[in-house]
């Protein structure tokens, strides 16, 4: 079959299915999607327009505050900024273009059974007055749609992380992890030659990953719209692999969303 991709990824080698495959051949080819990984290299300063994981400059509105843990009252770590350029979503499914900021409380989240799986975790919702499933909150995310390329004053908050890592994407395509849910009748051998043969294309290093299909460390229960029980739609990843950013294990923060909502997104965590 003849797969059509962007000019951005068509020198990219597709997946060779293996013959015990042969049944699955047209899924598997199918299933191929566009990605970006976005590699971290040290940097000593940030320019307007960069992804960046670490540092203290964020972009900020003028006059707006610091956010704060609304468990332990402390000032949250900023941990990621992603500049989700046109350039960029325009070859993904389910993303738009503007600026994600991610940020978290260390002391407070991820914590206990976090470790596990994100999806176990409450954390306290403002404007429902409630505690709801830890990824639905707004306080761990800021999404401005259409993107700014500011850069906010600096802030020495406790808990930012002491380094600075610019974010630079390199083209990639991806293919659903062994564990997804749409893989779940696969026979035992069928798994193996499928790991074999999707290995390329799974994001093993856990480097941060914008689009295709996340790569899990655990099971691949993606989250569901609470409106219509299908799969919301997975737009990034912070991954441990070259960032430095650690919380337990290696691993993954992942960003779902649903109708590229990430004012509001799902967020899960896994590590081995």
């Known amino acids: 079959m003849t797969l059509s991709l962007p000019a951005t990824h068509r020198h990219l080698p597709l997946p060779d299915v293996p013959e015990a495959l042969a049944p699955l051949r047209e899924q598997i080819l199918k299933s191929v999607r566009p ?5 971290a290299a040290n940097a000593d300063h940030m320019n307007e327009g960069d992804s960046v994981v670490g540092g203290d400059s964020p972009s900020r509105a003028e006059g707006e505050e610091w956010p704060t843990c609304v468990h ?6 900023f941990v990621m900024q992603i500049h989700l350029t046109e350039e960029l979503v325009s070859v993904l499914m389910g993303v738009k273009s503007g600026l994600f900021q991610f940020w978290n409380c260390w ?6 059974e976090a470790y596990a799986d994100a999806r176990d975790l409450l ?9 709801v499933p830890y990824g639905s909150s707004r306080l761990l995310a800021r999404w401005t749609e259409g993107g700014g390329n500011n850069t906010g ?4 908050s406790e808990q930012n992380l002491l380094f600075l890592k610019k974010l630079l994407p390199e083209a ?3 293919l659903p992890h062994p564990f997804d ?6 026979e035992d051998d069928e798994r193996d030659a499928y790991w074999d043969a999707a290995r390329p294309y799974l994001n093993e290093d856990t480097l941060c990953q914008i689009g295709g299909y996340p790569a899990w460390m655990q099971d691949g229960r993606w989250p569901r719209r609470p409106a219509t029980g299908r799969p919301a739609d997975f737009i990034l990843a912070l991954g441990t692999g070259d960032t430095d950013v650690l919380w337990g294990d290696t691993g993954f923060y992942y960003f779902f969303a649903e109708q590229g909502k990430l004012a509001e997104p799902f967020v899960l965590e896994q590590t081995l």
């Not at 954390?123 to 409630?130: I, L, N, P, R, V």
């Not at 004053?153 to 020495?156: A, C, V």
Request: overall charge neutral; some cysteine.
């Open 123 to 131: 954390t306290f919702e403002m404007s429902e007055g409630k505690s």
């Open 181 to 186: 849910e749409q893989f779940t009748t696969l």
């Open 153 to 156: 004053p600096r802030y020495p």
């Open 72 to 77: 332990c009252q402390r000032e949250m770590g």
């Open 107 to 112: 002391y407070c989240l991820p914590g206990g």
């Open 172 to 174: 990639v395509l991806s």
């Open 35 to 39: 990605a970006w990984l976005l590699r």
